[in-house]
């Protein structure tokens, strides 16, 4: 896989977690929205929704995807625009890694302590696990890249 289609995949995980997000968004401000992604007590938006575990650090849940997923946007761009530095790319690795943290322990609250699981959350953390993979990609891709010695340059002729 070319650095470009990494890149790529990078974006279009982002992209769609960020759309997922803000239907998460949207369903905390419109609870009938969570109607859509229940149709079962176990599938169930508005189980999780309603339990009172939906915020992590005094911040409600949508918020961290949200923001999360405009921080991986940003931070590609920044790898993409600083093609040379792999600080831009081992930052959105970074980044990545914490979203990947905390949608295991979000997951964990869903699954292990209300025991439903949110269809739209999930669908965020797929598409923030793919970032996650892309950034690793990336970095991995970007230093064999950097270490590959350069081209050889044909020498000028004089004449």
């Known amino acids: 896989m070319r650095i470009r289609s990494v890149r790529s995949l990078i974006y279009l995980a982002g992209g769609l977690g960020l759309i997922v997000a803000l239907f998460a968004a949207a369903e905390f401000f419109d609870a009938s929205l969570s109607k ?38 940003a931070l590609a761009a920044l790898a993409e625009q600083h093609r040379r530095d792999l600080r831009y790319a081992y930052a959105l690795l970074g980044l990545t890694t914490a979203g990947v943290a905390l949608s295991l322990y979000l997951l964990y609250v869903e699954v292990g302590r209300i025991g439903a699981l949110c269809p739209v959350c999930f669908t965020a953390y797929v598409f923030g696990w793919i970032a996650w993979g892309g950034a690793i990609l990336l970095v991995r891709k970007m230093s064999a890249a950097q270490r590959a010695p350069p081209d050889a340059v044909p020498a000028e002729s004089t004449a």
């Open 36 to 73: 859509f992604c229940s149709p079962s007590s176990t599938i169930s938006c508005a189980a999780v929704a309603n339990s009172g575990l939906t915020t992590t650090l005094g911040i409600p849940d949508w918020i961290w995807g949200v923001a999360g997923f405009i921080a991986i946007l």
